[in-house]
């Protein structure tokens, strides 16, 4: 069975200081991992993926995630917020769809919002 | 290309009226999937295709129904509109396996009164 957590449901930080968006899942295959941004009133955009190959990952607008499997973890980080970044982030991990098989799922985490103070 | 594009954006319903929600892609993308997103619960999946004339069930199906009888669109059936039903949807597509980008469209914003 899959699952995803992400351990905040809201982080506060400083423009300018470092971001980090915590995610542990769980996967009895090799998962592949995602993390989407949602800005207010918006569809879905990729921030990045871990796809097996480098455990570092890095994203667009400065945004990268590390895969550990001893922790099952893939949390989201950026050195330096900026107020561009305020929106709701999904920690997502997937698995091969297989046809007509209930446990080909993509599975969401609830979400963690992210506000910057000036 | 358009990418994945949805109407209505925004629709109010009567209790027990019924409707469709429209998703297309331009894309040919193969896997189609219709979520729903409530607050504190992510996104979760209602039910998905993996090519023209193949759907399933996804995580909470109940109170909707889809068809794919073309590869570019993935209609979503409500047949008897219902308060819990009051949601945002999102319709995404996916050119194939798990490693692949999900592309979603700009969601559809639904109230049952």
């Known amino acids: 069975a899959q699952s995803v957590t992400q351990l905040d449901s809201h982080v506060s930080v400083s423009e300018g200081t470092p971001v980090l968006l915590r995610c542990n899942y769980s996967?009895?295959?090799?998962?592949?991992l995602f993390w989407y941004v949602q800005h207010p009133n918006k569809g879905l955009q990729l921030l990045l993926k871990?796809?097996?190959?480098?455990?570092l990952v890095k994203g667009i607008n400065g945004f990268e995630a590390e895969f550990k499997k001893s922790e099952t973890s893939f949390h989201l980080t950026k050195p330096s917020a900026h107020m561009s970044d305020a929106a709701e982030y999904f920690c997502?991990?997937?698995?091969?769809?297989?046809?007509?098989?209930?446990?080909?799922?993509?599975?969401f985490g609830s979400g963690t919002r992210l506000s910057i103070r000036p | 290309n358009a990418g994945v594009t949805q109407t209505p954006k925004f629709q109010v319903l009567k209790t027990g009226q019924s409707m469709t929600l429209q998703c297309a892609q331009d894309m040919n993308h193969e896997y189609m999937s219709w979520y729903r997103q409530d607050p504190g619960m992510g996104l979760r999946l209602i039910h998905y295709?993996?090519?023209?004339?193949?759907?399933d069930q996804g995580e909470v199906p109940n109170g909707y129904n889809v068809s794919r009888s073309t590869t570019e669109d993935f209609p979503l059936r409500l047949l008897s509109a219902a308060p819990s039903q009051t949601s945002v949807y999102f319709c995404a597509s996916t050119l194939g396996g798990a490693t692949d980008t999900q592309y979603f469209g700009p969601g559809t914003r639904l109230t049952v009164l």
């Open positions: 295709s993996v090519g023209a004339g193949i759907t």
């Open positions: 871990y796809t097996s190959a480098a455990t």
């Open positions: 997502v991990v997937r698995r091969e769809f297989t046809g007509y098989s209930s446990a080909s799922k993509i599975i």
């Open positions: 996967s009895s295959y090799s998962p592949s």
